[in-house]
């Protein structure tokens, strides 16, 4: 590859183009030591040697081109196959990350606020009709732990759901059990997508899901929300759609939890889309980039 490469600069070309006109300067020369004209209308050995020169030029030169078009493609291929892979273990690492601080919160700051709900509970039964004021402060800080607690759930939530150890297909049937309950509203899903792929955007997807639903739930007055996550080669697709009345505006507003979502999509290297109109429901677009990307075939002429 790379003697063809050599090949294909000026200095080179240059040489073949000397090399050619060298011929046809030793051609002109044995045509005019030849002797005797040739008849009319008989082409001479030098327009034969020139045309046969120039056909082979105009070959060569084709040629050339050819393969530069095709190693052109080869290196873009490879250079957008070396993006997708870094951008996919990027992705990884962002998301190995989100799940040791996740457990480090839990197994540290978790563990404190426990002990400490525990001694404040054992406090409170030993000052029990003792001071009523110190009762309702410690009633009231003990209060203050369990919305700490909560709020810590939250964050862990966020960072690594846990319905997600089940796997994303069981993740998602959960959420949409759950909304179907209490909304009332009629679900159904098609996967296609095995479980590395769910694995690799698990969370964002989870959220993403979490967030659509909840918009459908408080806007959407649907009747039916259908979810679909398919495989296509290297890339995963996810569609959320709803037949409710639609997002108002053209394009459509998006409230805080959407745009945030965007910029988490994008930031994984993927895309995010919403179709709507007035009165003919809403559709979510979602497409992202899987971490295993074959590398390129060499291009032969």
Known sequence: MDMVQRWLRPPYRLSILACLAAAALAALHASHAAGPMQPAGTPSPLMLACAVLLGALALLLWRQHRLALRLQALEQLRAEAEQARLAGEQHKARAQERLRIGRDIHD??????????????????????????????????????????????????????????????????????????????????????????????????????????????????????????????????????????????????????LSGMHERVAAAGGSLHIESRSGAGTTLRLSLPLAACEEAPLLHD
């Open 108 to 257: 540290d700051l978790g563990q404190h606020l426990l002990t400490l709900k525990i001694d404040l509970a054992m406090l409170q039964t030993s000052t029990h009709d003792a001071a009523p004021l110190l009762a309702r402060q410690l009633a009231m800080m003990a209060r203050n732990i369990d919305l700490s607690i909560a709020a810590l759930r939250c964050v862990i939530h966020d960072l690594r759901p846990p319905a997600l150890d089940a796997g994303l297909q069981a993740a998602c049937d959960g959420l949409l059990a759950d909304f179907k309950r209490t909304t009332g509203i009629a679900c159904s899903c098609d996967y296609r997508l095995d479980a590395a792929a769910g694995s690799a955007h698990g969370p964002l997807l989870y959220h993403v899901l979490q967030e659509a639903l909840a918009n459908i739930a408080r806007h959407a007055r649907a009747t039916h929300v259908q979810l679909s996550l398919q495989q296509a080669g290297a890339t995963l697709a996810c569609r959320i759609s709803d037949d409710g009345v639609g997002l108002s505006g053209s394009p459509p507003r998006l409230g805080c939890g």
